[in-house]
């Protein structure tokens, strides 16, 4: 049984997706530490970070982790708003739990970052994978 789920998480479209996560997240972090220390306020850091953040994660995800290399540009269109549209809701979410964290529990904010970081991506791929790079099913006609 635990082989069998290894095999279902340890395919090369899931490790490709931690691995880009990886990076995204670090231009997420990088650029809203950069943020930070020119005198942006958490919140305008936390929103202009995960912009930077999801425009990298569109093009890795779209070329290399769901491969889809259609570049019509209805096609094209469509992927990146839906992306947009769901990285939003996920953003949404990031600045709650981030302004629940630092405001309300006033717990330290790269605590913070690390719960959404985590909370992120899982909730992104679930959404990439299902609604947005799903993969077509030709019936062979």
Not at 38 to 63: C, E, H, P, Q
Not at 103 to 114: A, M, P, R, T
């Amino acid at each position: 049984m635990i082989s069998k789920i290894w095999k279902k998480l340890a395919n090369p479209e899931s490790v490709s997706y931690v691995f880009f996560g990886v990076l995204t997240t670090l231009i997420d972090w990088g650029s809203y530490r950069l943020f930070r220390v020119v005198g942006i306020d958490y919140r305008m850091a936390t929103a202009l970070s995960w912009a930077a953040a999801v425009l990298f994660a569109f093009v890795t995800n779209k070329l290399i982790v769901f491969r889809s290399l259609e570049m019509r540009l209805s096609l094209l269109w469509k992927e990146f708003v839906s992306f947009v549209t769901c990285r939003l809701a996920t953003g949404v979410l990031t600045m709650v739990i981030m302004v629940f964290v630092v405001d309300i529990l006033h717990w330290n904010e790269y605590v913070g970052k690390v719960l959404v970081s985590m909370v992120s991506l899982v909730l992104n791929y679930i959404l990439s994978k299902l609604i947005i790079f799903k993969k077509k099913v030709h019936d062979g006609a």
